[in-house]
């Protein structure tokens, strides 16, 4: 509610406002694939996306995304494993 534009919302990012301090952070690399968990509370309908950003000292409303992979009918999965772009460049 009140935005105008979806992607500049809080709400557009699937993430906590700040890193849970008791789940560490893990380390990805460009080229290799990692395997990604989810669970819903209900069986979402339609395709999933999986975004990646370098902004995440910035608000989120401020933080910019591309999109790296697409899950068709993302509710038949609980993980899967999820190839990393070989071109991408070291971020935090």
Request: charged share 20%; aromatic share 8%; with cysteine.
């Amino acid at each position: 509610p009140g935005c105008s534009q979806e992607n500049t919302c809080d709400a557009f990012v699937c993430r906590e406002a700040a890193p849970n301090p008791n789940v560490p952070a893990k380390e990805v690399l460009a080229g290799q694939s990692v395997k990604m968990e989810w669970l819903f509370t209900e069986r979402h309908v339609g395709d999933c996306s999986v975004y990646i950003s370098y902004d995440v000292d910035m608000p989120r409303s401020q933080q910019r995304y591309v999109k790296i992979a697409n899950i068709p009918d993302c509710r038949s999965w609980n993980s899967l494993n999820i190839g990393i772009p070989a071109g991408l460049p070291a971020g935090r």
